[in-house]
């Protein structure tokens, strides 16, 4: 498989996502079929791609001086890429159901499939230049989503939105800028690039540009100062909130926050350091602010947007550990995250969009309604509080394991802050699933008679997603046989 | 302090001038004034420029009876770049006064700051 | 020793609330893990008045024609500040001064090779006896094309700001009718005692202009001083005769067909000779014997067409600032 | 000595002429003039630049009979004519894109005195970038300055010309400044031309006599140009001057006028006083720290600002704070950062005010934000263009703005004190660009289904639409393929001193 | 030591039925639904029975992760509480035939009892601390529904705040297993613990603070001080077979868990004479006193029984803390006892809500007249909870004193007697009032309109099976006591 393949697979979703509101589709039908067809067929090339890996890079654009942009795969590049190309086809194929009810959904399947060759480009970059030229694109794209429904709500939302990934990009670029000047190649080495003999005194300084990329990049991936965003921008419609905003954007910022890590700056100058601390400091406040809001909020969506931010500390948890064990832990939670929220995320999808109702307190007795979405909530819920048996529980067995073996004693406070964020998940998610199973005594169910479960457009991603938290929960060690081949540089 | 201060006193002057002709631009608020003042300031640099080319003992350099030699005449190089300064401030003036004379039949003041008031009042209705 | 609590006073002490934990009856998390809903926030009616009220409160405060109290201040601020600048200023370049090279003595910077060849062999490379006009014609022409281009671009602002479209009446300004009737209000008419001095000063004036412009390689003088003295006799012969009069031979037409010929003439004969320098071609034109008028080469003729651009300027200004027209 | 070397003084002498010539023709005839001499001046630079690259060093071209100290003189080297190339592209589009707009405002009978201020101007530009001699750059500042009041004043309400005056007023204290800065250069060193000026200056400097006088000279030069550029604490002029004018002088004032001084005052580090010279004498700090308050100052005030047009301007201030930022970090690749950034700004600043019109226009022609909803959808190509500026104002990386501001931070790397501060303020005015731009980019883009005003098709104002278009090509070539420009500003800045 | 597919068996045969009965569509007569209920009870019984004595004891079902295996393995201990597990579940099951007659959604019911009766066997079997862990957390997700089965508002509020502690509880443990998982050579249950000495080596004193966190962890559902809330709030709303179950089995997982992690992981050296026991000991006495205390001033019967567990159930840990041989074999035994005493009390407050629907006390004048039999099993065994020597209460009792005193602890030694002898006061105090108001109302009651009212064979036979259990087990002790003995030998 010859590298030119690597640009060919960020194309097409670019050239789908154009064609769209081009091509003059006589019925609804025709558009789904060339829109799945295209994303499917795209998928099957990466993971071909993904099979037989081709060794050499593709430059596509020599940009100033040694700076290129150019796709090369990598382990990480592997595990992300595949996630995405996993999932889109199923949030593409839950989309169409749930557009139904929105207007002009012709230019949002344009951005949407869009962003899917802007993730794909994320995943695959070489060097830090090409990673921060699609994380830029990728806010752009994304925008437009955001404001889909172009109520005063929206308009308000994507501009924070805006406001906060332009800014975070900002600083991220100073790290990039202090990468290329001191490392000794800009692409991405495991280990670190960095050129000893080039830094000489100025370790503090680059500390603190670290923390600072760090922090840069951590306002996409929710990090606490910054990440009033995420329910704000639960206000879009929930394909864009379950696929973005739990998956392709968050977790590009937490991609990039691990190249920034394990390749850029590398492990053996920051471990250790009083940077790791004040890092790894941010990211367990996160993961108690994150759960805590999320208790107190009643908007669905917005409740599972708190559980998200406290997630994805989860995985920078991993990343701060920094060690080869803690990059196994970050990215099987990385992964195993990105079924279950989406599950979930889909789940709510499902209950707005055939109910209409978004708050937990209006969901009393759906349980017996609504009977298949409820079971895969309960079950994504179950997976979230890292119940044993399902894939919540391996990802934060690899997350403690790597923080025991850390002996850092931050780190045992960071799996005290794992467990108390575990029980704050049950206490938000169980009560909604007892609420919609047990409701009070006196409940009759003909309130809620218009209740039922959607068609299997919805129902198909959602059984598969249930599928994947149970399988990866029994089976998983091939997949973290996998990621710990990642961590030790076998790919 | 330097040494030749005293020497060159028309450069003193020209400098003084320069600063007054600086302040009157400022400060003052009527335009014509400020006109008066940026000619001052013009002048005072053309005089600092004509101080360049004096020598003491040599006449213009203008050729009589055929005498070429250096020692007679002074350096003709300043004297060329007044006249040319001259001809840039002659143009400038013109073109401060007719805005003035335009700023004037609009709105009948000659102090800028009332102007720009005056220009946000209408603007405001 | 103690009274007895009443109910309600016991409800609120700390004792109350721990039995009552310890024994379980009322537990702190019952009903209070499910917050009561929350309605979306909407912005009453008064609300958004206050809101506009207060913007409108701001902007009339800020464009407040009367001098409010920050404007003095900044006044004052920006007065002091002016004065202390210039106080700065007028001391660093007395300070300069002090250590620049004396003036008058021989042996300074700038009396180096440049104006020593300009003086020994100015005659015969320029064919000017007047060696400040032959550098400022024929050494350095570019700077003083550039100079007429300057004095022609300000021509060009006047006329855009002052010059009154016959045609059309000008939205706001006075119509060409009114500056004419003002004209005649504000100007002196038929005045006897000017009409006789201008009726024997103003061709003196004129031939002596001619004299200078044409004297300018041999004496002191030359086209922009000649234009200028060329120019105040026709400032004085309008002043005197009026407009019909000086229309008679100086219209706006003409004044565009001169500035334009002598301007273009300037022009092609400078490029001309910069174009033979550059490419070290024979300059054709002849230096003639110095002294003569008519001698040092292209000198003369540059002088005549500076001479009436500057001619015309004059008096375009001073008819541009009396009527906006000619 | 071959033909093309004539190029240059060709270019000068034409706009000069063409100026004359278009104070006799009608209005129309005039415009067909103005394009044809800037096409033709673009195509000779274009040669030149071609012919540099190839010769590989820049030469000297000898104003009239007599060798340099004595005669005037001009120097081509690969810069100029790339400057000089950029402009006359920018003038054109910024004379097409403001067409409409300027038979609208100025009066039939005025309109060859435009074209006559546009040739002018065009002229002084080439003069300012070829010329050798510092009276002869002089000459052509004030050719530049009243040419460019000229522009701000055409349109001829109470607006533009209290901008005027209040532009003449900062302009004539920096030009008063400039020729006392340049006479006291001229006492020290008795000449006027660039590089002789060099070598008695590095000799005044070794025996040290004079050194007050001389660091006096360059200061009072560079602070006359600094005011004329509108540096930070000198910019009170710029945002009315900016903001009232029409449209294509806007354009051209804040892409190319400003740009002019700032192209002299690079001349004269290079030229005249010496790139080591002028990095010892702590100027160059003066101008990092105020270059750094225009950054933030520029943005802030943009922000509060609630008319569009007045904040394009003022974050115009910001940019050119960013060049000053450039030259004072005082190294090499510095240099070539702010040079690039004169390029990057050029093409994204002329593009932002054609579009900030067109979208008003949609707009009832008022210039409040409010009414500036949903403009974007009404006027497609403004919307469009506006949001490709703005993208580039902030630095994102598919078009200018990134490749400058990538240069930037390679530049504040290298150089060791002054890096902190360049790069948190770069990290800041980048947020605050985006806010204010993207702000507005929001604002155009939100529907307004009840907006009482009709809609503009594309196809309707070819020229207009033609203009953007080829804007945003050049921003974005600009953007992606910068390795040639950037090569060339390098080879440029080599034979520059 | 060899693995087979028998031991899964009495694990999937309950949680296939109580599924199926689960998925099953609502059957019209109650019959077929207490049928297959009492099958699947019946043959779960036989098979654990069977199980147990096959030599065959231990089986990997699946791998977690590469180094966490799903794996059964069934020693003394185990053996103890399946018994006893099958024996108190058998008997509630009967009972809740009868009862739930005046209950709705039957069939949800005995679908999860079914469900965590499996549960409960796969916990008692479990080898390694994941699986018992992994099974410990489905008990209280499965037996939740249980609580709530009533689904008032304060059933709901209950079973939410069971799970939520038991929940907070499991984590803590988790937390627990993460250091023992990187500081021990294996997770699976070895007497005298796993613990890697080089690898521990600087690291003592938070490892004691991981065991002590580990047995507070489990401490929640054994009710000890610090989270004993749930406890009387989940009791008195569940219905009476599930709440006689909930005190008499699920507390008692508590209990398993601290005994594996103390003696079978961190081994008893460990921690003995450490601050983690000396603060173990002083909870549980606390606990115990404090129970009793609460228990006396109840006025409902099921929330007295609740206390009355918690206090019971801390007498258990307080003989384990001693880490001495014969105060475990006092608590093993008490376990026991334990387990049979509490599910007939809590059976016979059912059957008293069942027939004359009276919770409190105070309303419980005369019922001996109305119901001679059930009380009369209600006396013996409360005299049986409160120590009197012929009943299994005593004996266990006597050995927790012995034990405690022969470890010759600075103040423990002779302080935790004297407490638990209050302790048993306290008990006689809050049980034998409703036998005395029993049987003699006394004057003013009104003895006329009594009426004969007692409960119909099914709901009585497994009261008066466990009450001559409670009783055998106090006279003839030695069978039970030596079983235990030569179990738990290895592990000092």
Known sequence: MQPMMMFIVVLIPFLTGIAIPLIPFSKRGHMMAFLEGLVLLNSALVFSLLMHRPEESFAIVKFTGDLTLSFRIDGMSMVFGGLVAALWPLATLYSFEYMKHEKNERIFFMFYTITYGVTLGIAFAEDLVTMYFFYELLTLVTVPLVMHTLTREAILASRKYLYYSLGGAAFGFIGMIFIIVYSNSPDFVLGGSLDLTKIGWRTDILLLVYVLAFLGFGVKAAVCPFNSWLPDAGVAPTPVTALLHA????????????????????????????????????????????????????????????????????????????????????????????????????????????????????????????????????????????????????????????????????????????????LLTAIYMLSIVIRTFFPAKDFDYETIADVEDPNWYMLLPLSIFVAAIIGFGLYSAPIVEFFTKIADGVY | MGANLFVNYGEAVAAVLFGIGFGN?????????????LNIMDSAVYLFLAEKGYIIGRTAPIVTGGVQSVEAYINPIPSGLVLTGIVVSVSVSALMLSLTIRLYRRYHTLDLDQISLMIKKEEET | MSRKKTEQEYRKTFAFHFFRWLNGEKDPYLGEVEMKPQEPYKETEEEVKARIREKNMISRRLYGVAKSKEMKGLERFYKAASIIFCCILIYLLLFTVSYLPPVGTADRPVNNEVPQRYIENGLQETGAVNIVSGMILDYRAFDTLGESHVLFVATVTVLILLRLDKKKKNDGEISIEEAEANDRIYEPKNDAILQMAAFVLVPIIIIFGIYVILNGHLGPGGGFSGGAIIGAGLILYL???????????????????????????????????????????????????????????????????????????????????RKGGF | MDFICNFPFFSILISLFSGTICSVLPGKAAKWVNTFVIVLIGAMSAALLWYLLGTGESFVYMMGHFPAPWGNEIRAGVLEAATALFFCIVMLLSMWGGRKKLMEEVEPSKHNLYYILVNLLLSSLLALIYTNDLFTAYVFVEINTIAACGLIMIRQIGRTLEAAVRYMIMSLVGSGMLLIGICMMYDLTGHLLMSNIQESVTAIIEEGTYVIPLVMAIALMVIGLAIKSALFPFHAWLPDAYGYSTISSAAILSSLVSKGYIFLLIKIIYRVVGFRIFHDTHIINVLFVFGLMAMIFGSLSAIKENDIRRMIAFSSVAQIGYIYVGIGLGTQVGMLASVYHIFAHAAGKALLFIAAIGLTDVSGFSRKFIDLTGAGYRNKIAGIGFTVGSLSMVGVPVFAGFVSKLLFAQAAVNNVGKMLPTLIALGISTILNAIYFMKTVIRIYTPRPDAPYESVAIGKEKLYAVSIVLFIALNIMLGMSSQPVVDAIHAGLEMFG | ????????????????????????????????????????????????????????DSFTFFYLT????????????????????????????????????????????????????????????????????????????????????TRSREAVMAGLKYMLYSFCGAYMVLYGVYFLFRFSNTLTFTAGGVLNQELIAGREQFLLFVVFLMILGFGVKAGMFPMHGWLPTAHPVAPAPASAVLSGIIVKSGVLGVIRTVYYLFGADFIRGTWVQTTWIWLTLFTVFMGSMLAYREKLLKKRLAYSTVSQVSYILFGLSMLDQTAMTGSLLHVICHAFIKCTLFLCAGAIIYKTGKTRVDELAGIGKEMPALLWCYTIVSLALIGIPPTGGFVSKWYLATGALRTKLPIVSWFGPLVLLVSALLTAGYLLPVTIQGFFPGKAFDYTHLKKKEPNLTMLLPVIVLTVLAVLVGMFPSVVTDYIVNHISGLF
């Open chain 1, 247 to 422: 998956v392709a954007v968050v977790k590009a910022g937490a991609f990039a926050i691990i190249r920034l890590t394990y390749y850029c700056f590398g492990v053996e100058f920051l471990r250790g350091t009083w940077a790791q601390t004040v890092v790894m400091a941010i990211v367990i406040f996160t993961i108690v602010y994150g759960c805590s809001r999320a208790v107190k909020e009643t908007h669905i969506k917005r409740r599972l947007a708190f559980s998200t931010i406290s997630n994805l500390s989860y995985i920078l948890f991993g990343v701060t550990i920094m060690t080869p064990l803690g990059m196994v832990g970050a990215l099987s939670h990385m992964v195993f995250h990105a079924v279950m929220k989406i599950c979930s995320f889909f789940c709510a999808g499902a209950i707005m969009y055939k109910t209409g109702r978004s708050y937990v307190h209006q969901l009393d007795g759906f349980g017996r309604r609504m009977p298949r979405v409820f079971g895969i909530f309960t079950v994504s819920a179950l997976a979230l509080m890292g119940v044993p048996g399902l894939c919540g529980f391996i990802s934060k067995w690899n997350l403690a394991a790597a923080a025991v073996a850390s002996d850092n004693p931050l780190a045992f406070a960071g799996i005290g802050a794992l467990l108390i964020s575990a």
């Open chain 2, 25 to 37: 631009l400022l400060l003052q608020k009527n335009l014509i004034k400020k006109i008066i003042g």
């Open chain 5, 66 to 149: 590469k180094s966490l295996p799903v794996y059964f393995k069934i020693d003394g201990i185990g053996r103890i509480f399946v018994t006893v597990v099958t024996i108190v579940w058998l008997s509630g099951g009967a009972f809740a035939f009868e009862y739930m007659k005046h209950e709705t959604d039957e069939k949800r019911y005995f679908g999860f009892y079914l469900i965590v009766y499996g549960i409960l066997v796969a916990l008692d079997f479990s080898g390694n601390i994941i699986t018992f862990y992994l099974f410990y957390e489905m008990m209280t997700l499965l037996s939740m529904p249980l609580v709530l089965h």
């Open chain 5, 1 to 56: 030591m060899h693995e087979s597919m028998i031991l899964m068996l009495p694990i999937l045969v309950p949680v296939m039925t109580g599924l199926l009965l689960l998925c099953m569509p609502a059957v019209k007569n109650r019959k077929v639904l207490i049928g297959i209920t009492a099958a699947g009870l019946i043959v779960t019984a036989a098979l654990v029975f069977f199980v147990l004595f096959q030599e065959a």
């Open chain 3, 239 to 321: 002043n005197a005769f009026g407009f019909q009069k000086t229309e008679r031979f100086f219209t706006e037409k003409t004044y565009k067909w001169i500035s334009f010929g002598s301007l273009s003439f300037y022009c092609i004969a400078k490029s001309y000779s910069f174009f033979t320098g550059a490419n070290h071609l024979h300059n054709i034109i002849p230096k003639g014997t110095p002294g003569a008028i008519l001698s040092s080469g292209l000198i003369l003729p540059l002088n005549i067409a500076v001479g009436l651009v500057v001619a015309c300027t004059m008096y375009a200004f001073y008819a541009m600032f």
